[in-house]
């Protein structure tokens, strides 16, 4: 079966990274490339922010850090954000979440203080005994302390004022180091929230960080899928799993080889819309695993190996998570390995 075609635009991804740069003026701008870089590759996308001048990555887990560490060779810092103490000996930088990690390790490392998130990191009370007593410190050299905010993407949301007291706070209370703050919204907030390095993510892959305002950041992803067989029915015909979708009129359908399986969601079920020779089409019937259908009666052209764009300028990430209650992220990271990926250089 044809399969579809994911083109990843590198060059969009240095742009963006370049342009979070511009605005966080009072630090470094780190490339966060966990999740194989949120689905789009990170054995791609992290040398090209290298080649830019990119010199911090962050990434969730260990193993993905000596992967990563494969694709760049020496030099630039990999984080591992949940990694525990281990992670040294593969030259990765860990970030230390508990005691008992600090306790554990000896060299550079990084300190992530809770200021609520209550997810990883030291809470206020493990803090308060940290600066009582010191001595789990050492041997331990500070390159950053850092904290995450939890509703960096609603500006006007309190917890992100106290976030930024209490980050404030903690630190004055540890030995002097570089601290990190924002993640992609974050830079969007203002000096509160600037720090020695921010840790964007998703607004390099061209998600937007100020959700409600058009997005300031440039568009990296284009899905096109290729149609196997184009059908006409009648009106009354059902389309797809559970007839779900009854033509009102004779109807020329489309199927087009992707689906769930791909990471399009079964749960955008009647609401996507597709690209097709410059027209929108709508998405009809059910999502199946490796098949959707759409109505192109007004597109009498269309025809077996046209391309159908889902992902686009006309329909991107966010718009089509907002299809089915969930976020960029999501849709990004489930894309799935079966489509050819084209990387636009840098
Ligand atoms: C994922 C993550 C980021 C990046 O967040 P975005 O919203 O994608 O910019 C930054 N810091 C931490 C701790 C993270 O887990």
């Given at each position: 079966m044809p399969q579809g075609l994911l083109t990843i635009d590198l060059g969009a991804i240095v742009r963006n990274w370049r342009k979070l740069g511009a605005i966080h003026s009072s630090g470094a701008v780190a490339g966060v490339v966990k999740a194989d870089a949120y689905g789009l590759g990170a054995a791609q996308v992290a040398p090209a922010l290298r080649a830019a001048g990119c010199k911090h990555f962050f990434v969730a887990q260990t193993e993905e850090g000596v992967r990563l560490r494969q694709s760049l060779g020496e030099g630039p810092m990999i984080a591992v954000l949940?990694?525990?103490?281990?992670p040294r000996e593969a030259g990765l930088t860990p970030v230390l979440n508990t005691f008992d990690e600090i306790r554990a390790h000896r060299g550079p490392a990084i300190l992530q203080l809770d200021t609520g998130m209550a997810r990883l990191g030291l809470d206020a009370s493990e803090l308060e005994s940290l600066a009582r007593?010191?001595?789990?410190?050492?041997?331990v050299e500070l390159l950053y302390v850092m904290t995450h905010l939890a509703v960096a993407d609603e500006p006007s949301h309190p917890l992100n004022a106290r976030q930024a007291e209490r980050f404030a706070e903690a630190c004055g209370r540890l030995p002097p180091a570089p601290r990190s703050f924002a993640n992609s919204s974050g830079i969007f907030l203002g000096d509160r929230f600037a720090s020695d390095l921010a840790r964007p993510g998703c607004a390099l892959y061209g998600?937007?960080?100020?959700?409600?305002?058009?997005?300031?950041m440039e568009p990296v992803v284009r899905l096109e899928i290729p149609v196997l067989q184009v059908r006409s029915i009648e009106p009354g015909q059902t389309v797809g799993y559970g007839a779900s979708w009854t033509a009102a009129r004779p109807t020329r359908v489309a199927t087009i080889s992707a689906g769930y399986a791909d990471g399009l969601p079964r749960a955008i079920d009647g609401r996507a819309k597709g690209v097709i020779r410059g027209a929108t089409v709508p998405m009809i019937g059910r999502v199946s695993m490796d098949l959707i259908t759409l109505d192109v009666t007004d597109v009498p052209e269309a025809a077996p190996g046209d391309m159908i764009e889902l992902l686009g300028p006309a329909q991107d990430a966010d718009a089509l998570a907002g299809l089915c209650g969930t976020i960029g992220y999501e849709i990004l990271t489930s894309l799935g390995n079966r489509y050819e990926r084209r990387y636009l250089p840098a």
């Open positions: 949940g990694g525990g103490a281990g007593d010191p001595s789990p410190f050492e041997g998600i937007n960080p100020t959700p409600g305002h058009p997005n300031p």
